[in-house]
């Protein structure tokens, strides 16, 4: 009797290690199956989920972290739309994304070498009376004419002559090459130099260069301060006397 008891107690544990076993089994069957699906983005950025069974709008946006009026809008999802979701059926999670360039993206376009300028330009050369000598023409201060001007470039290739005037206006020469040029000025008789007259210069093309000259009287040619003409009476006066003095000197060897 007791023999029967072991038996049949072995084989209902037995039986409830075979269930145990059927239903470890199955659930573990079941976990392995439940997994969650990751969206991947397409190539041309946007991102795309698949519909799986018993998914709903919301069960969809909080597991890609959208909100379920954004799913709804994405998909143009209305209504119970949301009800009736097919296994299978795409939703749009998110839309393409236009790229920012950075700094390092944008190409930064190469900046024109500037091209030399040749050409031609202007000298003109002012000669004033510097009456104040202050080496500065001023308003007031006349030009100079008669004064002999000369422009030569280094290689000697240019050598322009003139001759100053009284119009008031500087003499010029135009249509000179850009280059280095020495300005010179003979200032004219009676006149002497208030300001240097040699001039270095470095015309630009497209350039108007204008050199003050200054020279004033010299001392010889200015008059003599409190200096009075002679009167020709005087030297009639004079004769006078010198006749009476001889006169006076006969007499008195008369008397004598």
């Given at each position: 009797?007791?023999?029967?008891?072991?038996?049949?107690?072995?084989?209902?544990?037995?039986?409830?290690?075979?269930?145990?076993?059927?239903?470890?089994?199955?659930?573990?069957?079941?976990?392995?199956?439940?997994?969650?699906?990751?969206p991947t983005p397409q190539p041309d950025?946007?991102?795309?989920?698949?519909?799986?069974?018993?998914?709903?709008?919301?069960?969809?946006?909080?597991?890609?972290?959208?909100?379920?009026q954004e799913l709804r809008s994405l998909?143009?999802?209305?209504?119970?739309?949301?009800?009736?979701?097919?296994?299978?059926?795409?939703?749009?999670?998110?839309?393409?994304?236009?790229?920012?360039?950075?700094?390092?993206?944008?190409?930064?376009?190469?900046?024109?070498?500037?091209?030399?300028?040749?050409?031609?330009?202007?000298?003109?050369?002012?000669?004033?009376?510097?009456?104040?000598?202050?080496?500065?023409?001023?308003?007031?201060?006349?030009?100079?004419?008669?004064?002999?001007?000369?422009?030569?470039?280094?290689?000697?290739?240019?050598?322009?002559?003139?001759?100053?005037?009284?119009?008031?206006?500087?003499?010029?020469?135009?249509?000179?090459?850009?280059?280095?040029?020495?300005?010179?000025?003979?200032?004219?008789?009676?006149?002497?130099?208030?300001?240097?007259?040699?001039?270095?210069?470095?015309?630009?093309?497209?350039?108007?260069?204008?050199?003050?000259?200054?020279?004033?009287?010299?001392?010889?040619?200015?008059?003599?301060?409190?200096?009075?003409?002679?009167?020709?009476?005087?030297?009639?006066?004079?004769?006078?006397?010198?006749?009476?003095?001889?006169g006076f000197w006969f007499y008195a060897?008369?008397?004598?």
């Amino acid at each position: 009797m007791i023999k029967r008891q072991i038996q049949a107690l072995g084989l209902f544990f037995v039986a409830f290690l075979v269930i145990l076993a059927v239903i470890s089994t199955t659930g573990s069957s079941r976990i392995a199956q439940a997994f969650y699906y990751t969206p991947t983005p397409q190539p041309d950025g946007r991102v795309i989920y698949i519909v799986k069974e018993n998914d709903t709008c919301i069960s969809i946006a909080l597991l890609n972290g959208i909100t379920e009026q954004e799913l709804r809008s994405l998909n143009n999802l209305e209504g119970d739309d949301c009800l009736y979701l097919i296994p299978g059926r795409e939703l749009l999670i998110l839309e393409k994304q236009e790229l920012t360039p950075t700094p390092e993206d944008v190409e930064t376009p190469a900046e024109p070498t500037p091209t030399p300028f040749k050409g031609n330009g202007t000298i003109c050369i002012y000669l004033f009376n510097d009456e104040n000598g202050n080496a500065m023409a001023e308003e007031n201060e006349l030009p100079i004419a008669g004064g002999e001007v000369s422009v030569t470039d280094r290689l000697s290739t240019v050598n322009l002559i003139g001759t100053t005037d009284a119009s008031g206006e500087p003499i010029c020469f135009e249509d000179i090459p850009e280059g280095e040029y020495n300005l010179s000025v003979a200032i004219p008789e009676g006149y002497n130099p208030t300001t240097t007259m040699n001039y270095a210069l470095f015309l630009s093309a497209g350039e108007i260069s204008v050199i003050d000259f200054g020279a004033q009287p010299g001392s010889s040619a200015l008059p003599i301060f409190g200096e009075e003409k002679t009167s020709p009476w005087l030297a009639v006066l004079g004769l006078f006397f010198i006749g009476a003095g001889i006169g006076f000197w006969f007499y008195a060897r008369k008397i004598v």
